[in-house]
Nanobody
Framework: QVQLVESGGGLVQPGDSLSLSCADS????????MGWFRQAPGKEREFVAG???????DYADSVKGRFTISRDNAKNTVYLQMNSLKPEDTAVYYC????????????WGQGTQVTVSS
């Protein structure tokens, strides 16, 4: 059973940085296509960053140049480094796992809140 757990969210000011982590203590994430998504109040969940199997990365236009996705297979962890944060980045951030690498994310974490406010 895949159990994704996100951590690292919080309240920061515009221009600050934050790093999110997503770990699965039960199984390795190394064979899964992983991605980060976010959902702001009143909006649908949207793609933020992910791996185009196996190592090429994709980013939403709104975060290109500011966010970086990475993974440490030895630690079963995927990261999202967020720099130059803006108020519009405020959302609940979720990591997802596409176990079959077919474009459908089968597993989700519980989410971590990121709030960017002065």
């Amino acid at each position: 059973q895949v159990q994704l757990v996100e951590s690292g969210g919080g309240l920061v000011q515009p221009g600050d940085s934050l790093s999110l982590s997503c770990a699965d203590s039960g199984r390795t994430l190394s064979t899964y296509k992983m991605g980060w998504f976010r959902q702001a109040p009143g909006k649908e969940r949207e793609f933020v960053a992910g791996f185009r199997w196996p190592v090429i990365t994709d980013y939403a236009d709104s975060v290109k140049g500011r966010f970086t996705i990475s993974r440490d297979n030895a630690k079963n962890t995927v990261y999202l480094q967020m720099n130059s944060l803006k108020p519009e980045d405020t959302a609940v951030y979720y990591c997802g796992a596409d176990a079959n690498r077919d474009g459908v994310y089968d597993y989700w974490g519980q989410g971590t809140q990121v709030t960017v406010s002065s």
